[in-house]
């Protein structure tokens, strides 16, 4: 086969920032461009390497995601072209900036392979960073950072702009990591017939592999190596965000952490002299989605679209779970490990581990670029162990849109040619799920529940439930600390009640 249209991937670089002083620190797009020239280092091309990139992906910011990450101090009018500039790589032609997702660095990887068979791409890098505890840190001290820049031009997107929730979704505060995995967590547990301080236990013991895995990495964000009792008990510093969550389960977004991936063609890396040692290529490859909202999903607590994403992945690279040697699964929240698990039929106390980083709660959730670490942290594994094989996946939004890699320093078998995510995706879109209405009126029952807390403790409750009919709704219940405490102390799932509506909101009140 032409080498000019084998994809591999030649160099990974990650930058962790822990500097005190938020006026001495790094900005978003600095720490990319640190992780890009790491990443040219460690291809042993440098310079020459990044003069070369003819195709620079940005992974989009969380401050351009989230309201919840806001920045104050301003930002690149054009994320690929500020990086290409302070990178050296005044030849790229192909300017990309991501729609958000954690799913977009594997999705990413997977299209500029695709585009390097094709002839439309010779190199690229695939790059994000972020700095939120920096901004943090300055929003507390009071200071006026200045990380605004204009560089001019303009850039294609990649992935999908659809919000992950709808406006029904929206009136009743289910808008954002935080409110959406929690209700997954309980139609898990329910759908497992467990109870709530049986399940709490487990999912302590399931990430506290990830944060032994992390007390080891001297990238991770945290370290101190918790026990399971320690991520799962509710205490004064480690309180409820979105109950049964407590904070050290969920994904730690203040960090400042970049990462970035080169890809470029066997015929390239050769002419650049790229040791053999060096090169990772992508196996095996798939992008799906769910249905998009949450309110639309077949149930709590399984997906559709994971299990044909591991099917496609596993049958382009011809391998199997068992041939797998490394695992990195993406680990926002405990309901999308489990979740995962479930659809490929991995135990979650698989001797290999879950996670090669320590996950997004204790390595650090840098926005939607946590893949990307991941990528770059499993092609030093593989190479490690020439002719291993690492699995990687990628999750976006809310258990939403799915992508996955499986990584090797071994040519493939076969030509990379990844099935067309639309030939598969048509089947997915038609996955049956219960009917949805924006109002709801009469009997119900809970199919799934979650209590949110803020500083001062339960605020808010967020279920999902059914209708005599069968007729899905979301709803809330009226804020009172007593019910808040009853629904964290006894199980809610399949209480009956009644709901009702003032003409916008749902209002469940329980029997």
Known sequence: MDESRIPVLVGSGQVTQREPDPRRALAPMDLAARAARLAADDAGAGERL????????????????????TCPFGQTTNPPLSLARRIGANGARRLVYTWAGGNMPQWSINRLCEKI???????????????????????????????????????????????GWSDVEDVHGMRGAIF????????????????????????????????????GNPLADRRAGYSADEISRVRPDNPYIGFPYTRLMNANAFIDQAA???????????????????????????????????????DYHSSPAIRTVFEKTFAMAGTSLARIDAFDLYSCFTSALEIACAEIGL??????GLTVTGGLPYF????????????????????????????????????????AGIYGTEPP????????PAAYQAQLDR???????ALADGDATVETYTVMHDAKGPSSAILYGRLAGGERFIANTAPDAALFDEMQRTDFLGRRGRVRNDGRQNLFAPA
């Open 364 to 403: 650090g959730g840098p926005g939607n670029n946590y893949v990307t670490h991941a990528i770059a942290e499993m092609m030093q594994r593989v190479r490690a162990r020439p002719g291993s094989l690492g699995l990687v996946t990628a999750n976006g939004n809310y258990v939403t849109k799915h992508s």
């Open 180 to 215: 959406a995995y929690p209700l997954f967590e309980n139609g898990i547990r329910g759908a497992l017939g467990r109870g709530l301080d049986e399940h709490q236990r487990t999912l302590g013991e399931l990430l506290a592999h990830f944060a032994r895995v992390a007390a």
């Open 50 to 69: 990044l003069a070369g990139i003819d195709t620079v992906v940005a992974i989009r910011s969380f401050s351009d995601t989230s309201w919840r990450f």
């Open 260 to 298: 970035a991936v080169i890809v470029t063609s066997v015929a390239n890396a050769k002419s650049l002299g790229i040791p053999r040692e060096r090169w990772v290529y992508l196996h095996g490859c798939a992008d799906a989605h769910d249905h998009w909202y949450v309110a639309d999903r077949r």
């Open 117 to 163: 068979v094709a002839g439309e791409v010779g190199t690229a890098i695939v790059a994000g960073g972020e700095a939120l505890a920096t901004q943090k840190a300055a929003q507390r001290a009071g200071l006026a950072l200045d990380w605004s820049e204009d560089p001019g031009g303009s850039h294609e997107h990649w992935g999908v702009q659809t919000r």
């Open 413 to 420: 078998v076969r030509p990379f040619a990844p099935e067309a």
């Open 347 to 352: 135990a979650q106390d698989d001797p290999r």
């Open 431 to 437: 996955v049956p799920h219960p009917p949805f209405v």
